[in-house]
């Protein structure tokens, strides 16, 4: 069976860090771009990073650049998502998902890709 399944999430105060990871399995992940969304209570699912096979393109979105790192690491199979300076407006459920790419800049769009996880929350309040 194929999965992609989040972990890492929780709650955070402002100006927190938290590492979320996404974990494949039933395919072979190295084969795979990844991308990394987001959604809020009534918003759109929102692209918040995307990283190539190699782990050599990484991309992020314009509200969290320079708060964010992506990597990967395909011997465990799993990409990770690395968050600092948290935000109250970073709440929200945080995906990742796979795609046999490279998507280049069409990165952010929802349906390139082909795997999707179950999402894992993550909540920054005092």
């Known amino acids: 069976q194929v999965q992609l399944v989040e972990s890492g999430g929780g709650l955070v105060q402002p100006g927190g860090s938290l590492r979320l990871s996404c974990a494949a399995s039933?395919?072979?992940?190295?084969?795979?771009?990844v991308g990394w969304f987001r959604q809020a209570p009534g918003k759109e699912r929102e692209g918040v990073s995307y990283i190539s096979r190699t782990g050599s393109t990484p991309y992020y979105g314009d509200s969290v650049k320079g708060r964010l790192t992506i990597s990967r690491d395909n011997a465990k199979s799993t990409v990770y998502l690395t968050m600092s300076t948290l935000k109250p407006e970073d709440t929200a459920v945080y995906y990742c998902a796979a795609a046999r790419g490279p998507l280049g800049s069409t990165w952010r769009r929802v349906g390139k890709y082909d795997y999707w996880g179950q999402g894992t929350q993550v909540t920054v309040s005092s």
């Open positions: 039933g395919f072979t992940l190295d084969d795979y771009v």
